[in-house]
């Protein structure tokens, strides 16, 4: 069975949380962890995408990068970058920003070989993404164009996160407040290379973690307590 025929069998069943084909056991089942779960007990994927733009509908993904928390530790053994070719040339405007330009892009895999990837590390994993209204957007585009499907699926977002949490707490939150990088400076985290999707997964990552300790107490908060 291809990787695309693999893929939009995940996405057909996943909301029945049946279990599947798959190319190397045979079988496995796709769902997220239970909202009651604490989430130094669940898994999550954190991920970040590269784009051609802003329009799900114009624009194309341009790299992805993932990396897979499991009980609290990011397994950065597991973790994953593609380059994805794409259909029409990239305009320069976008390439400044990431640094992906059309020569580099030439010899990579084209999205229909490089998303069964991302969905078979997502399996049993929630996505966590900072400001999921882009990946989320370009993510489900993606699958209604390759697979007749949408990508129906709760993502774990540390802007959100980060904005609640301020809110909470009676700050003002200022323009740029909630960028990535500047969450990321509020707790001392490391400042990385921006517009990598590796590294902008790792980061969000990082953050998430942060992000997830600050709203556990006694207990380890849930699933569900850290989702929006």
Not at 85 to 113: C, M, N, W, Y
Not at 156 to 172: F, H, S
Not at 200 to 217: I, K, M, Q, R, T
């Amino acid at each position: 069975m291809s990787l695309g025929n693999i893929a939009k069998r995940i996405l057909h069943r996943m909301g029945e949380r049946q279990w599947l084909d798959s190319p190397d056991s045979g079988r496995f089942v796709f769902h997220q962890p239970d909202r009651k779960t604490p989430f130094d007990q669940a898994e999550f994927l954190a991920v970040d995408i590269e784009t051609s733009g802003l329009d799900a509908e114009t624009d194309e993904v341009l790299s992805i990068g993932f990396v897979p928390i499991v009980k609290g530790r990011i397994r950065l053994s597991d973790a994953e970058h593609h380059l994805v070719k794409p259909t029409r040339p990239v305009s320069q405007g976008s390439a400044v920003i990431h640094g992906l330009f059309d020569d580099q892009l030439e010899s990579s895999a084209p999205l229909q070989t490089v998303l069964p990837c991302f969905l078979d590390a997502l399996r049993g994993r929630v996505p966590v993404v900072h400001h999921a209204a882009i990946e989320s957007r370009f993510l489900d585009t993606a699958c209604r164009r390759l697979y007749d499907h949408p990508l129906e699926i709760r993502y774990m977002d540390t802007l959100a996160m980060e904005k609640r949490r301020m809110a909470r707490r009676g700050q003002e939150i200022t323009e740029g407040a909630l960028r990535l990088s500047a969450v990321r400076a509020r707790y001392d985290l490391p400042r990385y290379r921006a517009h990598n999707a590796l590294v902008d997964a790792v980061a969000a990552a990082e953050l998430f973690l942060v992000l997830a300790l600050h709203a556990s107490g006694k207990r380890p908060a849930t699933v569900g307590e850290l989702l929006i």
